[in-house]
């Protein structure tokens, strides 16, 4: 079965502090993991996948299969980070993507 | 302009009336979806479609209805049957099954 845990339903910290949002999976195959972000107002929105290997908006995320974890990280957070996000895993063809609870960022002034 | 869109954005349900919510893509994809985001508890899957005429039930499904009879719509019923209706419905779809999904603004629903 796939599970996604994201283990903090509320993260709050100052601008230009670094951040780190955390997911673990549970997936005994090979899983594609995703981070999507739903800032206020707006439709819930792809941020990045991890087998593009990208940064978008400064957020990186690194697959660690030892640790099952894909944890969402900016170096310097600004305060227009604030959303709510939610990780994804998506496993092998014809299965549906399971999301994490969500957590919820709060980068204050 | 591709994208998703459900309607309406706001709805209001009268104890024991079936409403339906209206899911319609343009991108052409196979997959469809039904979340409900109720706050704490992230998005719940209600149904899913892989493919036109076919469905399935996802996490929450009692009290809910759901048809695919064309690929680019797949509406909502929401039923008497569903005992906390109040919430905010949100349609995915996606290329396939487990690619990434794209979003539609959703559609709350409250009970009068």
């Known amino acids: 079965a796939q599970r996604v845990t994201q283990p903090e339903k509320l993260l709050s910290v100052f601008k230009g502090a670094p951040v780190e949002l955390k997911c673990n999976y549970s997936?005994?195959?090979?899983?594609?993991l995703f981070w999507y972000v739903q800032y206020s107002r707006q439709r819930l929105q792809l941020l990045l996948r991890?087998?593009s290997r990208e940064s978008i908006k400064g957020f990186t995320a690194d697959l660690n299969k030892g640790e099952t974890s894909f944890h969402l990280k900016k170096p310097f957070a600004q305060e227009e980070d604030s959303a709510m996000y939610y990780c994804a895993l998506g496993g092998a063809s014809g299965s549906r993507l399971t999301f994490g609870e969500g957590t919820q960022l709060t980068v204050n002034p | 302009d591709g994208g998703i869109t459900q309607s309406p954005k706001y709805l209001f349900r009268k104890e024991g009336q079936n409403v339906t919510l209206s899911c319609e893509q343009n991108?052409?994809?196979?997959?469809m979806y039904w979340y409900r985001q109720d706050p704490g508890q992230g998005l719940r899957l209600i149904y899913y479609?892989?493919?036109?005429?076919?469905?399935q039930k996802g996490d929450i499904a009692e009290g809910y209805s759901v048809s695919r009879e064309k690929k680019e719509s797949f509406p909502l019923t929401v039923t008497s049957a569903q005992k906390n209706p109040t919430a905010f419905y949100l349609c995915?779809?996606?290329?396939?099954?487990?690619?990434?999904?794209?979003f539609g603004d959703g559609t709350r629903l409250s009970i009068l």
């Open positions: 991108l052409n994809h196979d997959a």
């Open positions: 995915a779809s996606s290329i396939s099954i487990n690619q990434p999904q794209h």
């Open positions: 991890h087998i």
């Open positions: 479609s892989q493919i036109v005429n076919d469905f």
């Open positions: 997936y005994s195959g090979s899983p594609e």
